[in-house]
T-cell receptor
């Protein structure tokens, strides 16, 4: 089966600019996650979707981050305006259910300068 | 809330030697436990998972892990390290249901020829 697709792979922007990331999960996976992985750390959950509804966004910095999952399939994560501390890899994952484990995309590496 | 502690941010072993990566978890309910591997500039790949079946879990690439409830541990082992095992390894825990994975900070494994 096809994996989780993410784009772009790399993005460099200046602080205060905006950026958007795209994720296409595995077909049939109802649950989708966005994680932030800062260099040298483990992934940290930003937001969890079940179909097109938000299940958990408690750790999403809502003053600058937003995410949506239209029609319960593709998802976009946006940062506006970006800060230097947003430099990280943004990972998208999808799953049939927690017991199955998650399938991760290759991630988008964001550098804010 | 669940949490994971990975002892040792960096482990170095000789090729052919035993690999032991340590993971301790905290969970208020019987947990689901996972080990993921991350190669440079790639996403996370599932190595193995424990979901309340056999306590000794075998995964891909010759890795295995044993769930020990009394020690709240889920250490990852491989009898003989290979150069291709050099990567970052993450332990993760979930309390099941729709609860998202919580990751440890990771252990970087180096394999010396």
């Amino acid at each position: 089966e096809a994996g989780v697709a993410q784009s772009p792979r790399y993005k460099i922007i200046e602080k205060r600019q905006s950026v958007a990331f795209w994720c296409n999960p595995i077909s049939g996976h109802a649950t989708l996650y966005w994680y932030q992985q800062i260099l040298g750390q483990g992934p940290k959950l930003l937001i969890q979707f079940q179909n097109n509804g938000v299940v958990d966004d408690s750790q999403l910095p809502k003053d600058r981050f937003s995410a949506e999952r239209l029609k319960g399939v593709d998802s976009t994560l946006k940062i506006q305006p970006a800060k230097l501390e947003d430099s990280a890899v943004y990972l998208c994952a999808s799953t049939l259910g927690t017991g199955h484990g998650y399938t991760f995309g290759s991630g988008t590496r964001l550098t804010v300068v | 809330a669940q949490s994971v502690t990975q002892l040792g941010s960096h482990v170095s072993v000789s090729e052919g030697a035993l690999v032991l990566l340590r993971c301790n978890y905290s969970s208020s309910v019987p947990p689901y436990l996972f080990w993921y591997v991350q190669y440079p500039n790639q996403g996370l790949q599932l190595l193995l998972k424990y979901t309340s079946a056999a306590t000794l879990v075998k995964g891909i690439n010759g890795f295995e892990a044993e769930f020990k409830k009394s020690e709240t541990s889920f250490h990852l082992t491989k009898p003989s390290a290979h150069m291709s095992d050099a990567a970052e390894y993450f332990c993760a825990v979930s309390e099941g249901g729709n609860t998202p994975l919580v990751f440890g900070k990771g252990t970087r494994l180096s394999v010396i020829a």
